[in-house]
C-alpha cells in the first residue's frame, strides 16, 4: 500500500515540477532578447528585429532568399521571390488572401537584402500598404554566428501595431528551422507574443 502511495507522490511531484519548467520556458520565451521593437513617428512606423543566430552566414541568407527555404518558414504564402537586384516578389497569402508585390532593392550577397512589401488593398488591409520595405542584414559574428537584423519600415502606424507580433511569429519559425527543431504553429506563437507588443 506504502509503495503505490510513494508512486503516487513521485508522478505528482513528476507533473508539478514538468508543469512548473513549461511555466518558465513560456515566461522565458516571452520576454527573450528576441523581441522586436515598434518605433511609431507621426502616422508611420518601423519594425525591427535582431538575433543572433548560432549560423553561418551562408546558411541563413539561403533561408531568407531561396524560394524553397522561404516557404518552410513563410508557409502561409505561396509565389514568386527572384533572387537578384531589380527582381520582383509576387506573393499571396492562402489564409488571409493579401497580394504582395515589391521590387528587389538591394541585392548585396550574404550582406544585405532588401527589398519593396506591397500589400493590396483587401479585407485585412483595406486601403492596403503602398509604400513598406523590408531589409534584411546578415553580420558574421565570430566563426558561425550570424547577427541578423530585420527592419521593415514605411507601414502606417495601424498596420505596423498589427505586423510587429506576426512577424515575431515568422521569425521564431525561420529560427527554429535553421536549428532543426519543429517551428511553432504561427497562429498560436502570433497570440502568445501578442502581449509583448503596443495595440
Given at each position: 500500500m506504502?509503495?503505490?502511495e510513494i508512486?503516487n507522490?513521485?508522478e505528482?511531484v513528476q507533473q508539478?515540477?514538468l508543469?512548473y519548467?513549461?511555466?518558465?520556458r513560456n515566461?522565458?520565451?516571452?520576454s527573450s532578447e528576441?523581441k522586436g521593437?515598434?518605433t511609431?513617428?507621426?502616422?508611420y512606423?518601423?519594425?525591427k528585429f535582431?538575433?543572433?543566430?548560432s549560423?553561418p552566414?551562408?546558411t541563413?541568407?539561403k533561408?531568407?532568399?531561396?524560394?524553397?527555404?522561404i516557404?518552410?518558414?513563410l508557409?502561409?504564402?505561396?509565389?514568386?521571390?527572384?533572387?537578384?537586384n531589380?527582381?520582383?516578389i509576387?506573393?499571396?497569402?492562402t489564409?488571409?488572401?493579401?497580394?504582395v508585390?515589391?521590387?528587389?532593392?538591394?541585392?548585396?550577397?550574404?550582406?544585405?537584402?532588401?527589398?519593396?512589401?506591397?500589400?493590396s488593398?483587401n479585407?485585412?488591409?483595406?486601403?492596403?500598404?503602398?509604400?513598406?520595405?523590408i531589409?534584411?542584414e546578415l553580420?558574421?559574428?565570430?566563426d558561425s554566428d550570424?547577427?541578423?537584423?530585420?527592419?521593415?519600415?514605411?507601414?502606417?502606424?495601424?498596420?505596423?501595431?498589427?505586423?510587429?507580433?506576426?512577424?515575431?511569429?515568422?521569425?521564431?519559425?525561420?529560427e527554429a528551422?535553421l536549428?532543426?527543431?519543429v517551428?511553432?504553429?504561427?497562429?498560436?506563437?502570433?497570440a502568445?507574443v501578442?502581449?509583448?507588443?503596443?495595440?
Amino acid at each position: 500500500m506504502k509503495s503505490i502511495e510513494i508512486e503516487n507522490e513521485n508522478e505528482n511531484v513528476q507533473q508539478r515540477l514538468l508543469s512548473y519548467t513549461n511555466e518558465k520556458r513560456n515566461k522565458k520565451t516571452l520576454s527573450s532578447e528576441s523581441k522586436g521593437e515598434v518605433t511609431i513617428e507621426g502616422e508611420y512606423g518601423t519594425l525591427k528585429f535582431e538575433r543572433r543566430l548560432s549560423h553561418p552566414v551562408e546558411t541563413v541568407w539561403k533561408a531568407i532568399t531561396d524560394q524553397k527555404e522561404i516557404f518552410k518558414w513563410l508557409p502561409d504564402y505561396k509565389g514568386t521571390f527572384d533572387g537578384y537586384n531589380g527582381g520582383a516578389i509576387d506573393l499571396v497569402n492562402t489564409v488571409s488572401g493579401s497580394h504582395v508585390t515589391g521590387n528587389i532593392l538591394v541585392w548585396d550577397l550574404h550582406r544585405v537584402f532588401e527589398h519593396e512589401w506591397h500589400i493590396s488593398p483587401n479585407q485585412m488591409f483595406l486601403h492596403g500598404e503602398p509604400e513598406s520595405v523590408i531589409r534584411w542584414e546578415l553580420e558574421q559574428d565570430g566563426d558561425s554566428d550570424t547577427i541578423f537584423t530585420v527592419t521593415h519600415s514605411r507601414l502606417t502606424k495601424s498596420i505596423a501595431l498589427r505586423l510587429a507580433p506576426g512577424w515575431h511569429a515568422y521569425l521564431d519559425r525561420l529560427e527554429a528551422i535553421l536549428n532543426s527543431q519543429v517551428p511553432p504553429d504561427w497562429a498560436h506563437r502570433f497570440a502568445e507574443v501578442k502581449e509583448l507588443y503596443p495595440s
